[in-house]
């Protein structure tokens, strides 16, 4: 058999099984994220200040979803009074 057929079928056998094992460990593997930080994230200024003491906006909404912090640390968001009731009915 020629050589470079050889290789071509050794590779996509290969591929196959590497394909395999990679699809079972992400079906294992993934974490389900809670679906509040989406849209927590869309609600937050996203302007990372620090200035809730968190290292991000993503870090922040992770903390208000777990009870961790209080919307009011967030300086930005106190100014928008719409976005303040929609943050807090958020984590009802």
């Known amino acids: 058999m020629n050589i470079v057929l050889l290789s071509a079928i050794v ?3 290969l591929a196959g099984i590497l394909g395999a094992i990679l699809s079972f ?3 294992k593997l993934k974490v389900e994220e809670d ?3 989406e849209q927590l994230m869309d609600l ?3 302007a990372n200040c620090g200035a809730c003491g968190a290292a991000s906006c993503a870090d922040f909404a992770d ?5 961790e912090a209080d919307i ?3 300086r930005i968001s106190l100014r928008d009074e719409d976005n ?6 958020l984590l009802k």
């Open 25 to 27: 460990a992400y079906s």
């Open 35 to 37: 679906p509040r930080r």
């Open 11 to 13: 590779m996509a056998v």
């Open 84 to 89: 303040l009731l929609k943050i807090k009915e």
């Open 63 to 67: 903390k208000l979803i777990k009870g």
């Open 44 to 46: 937050l200024p996203g």
């Open 72 to 74: 009011s640390k967030c």
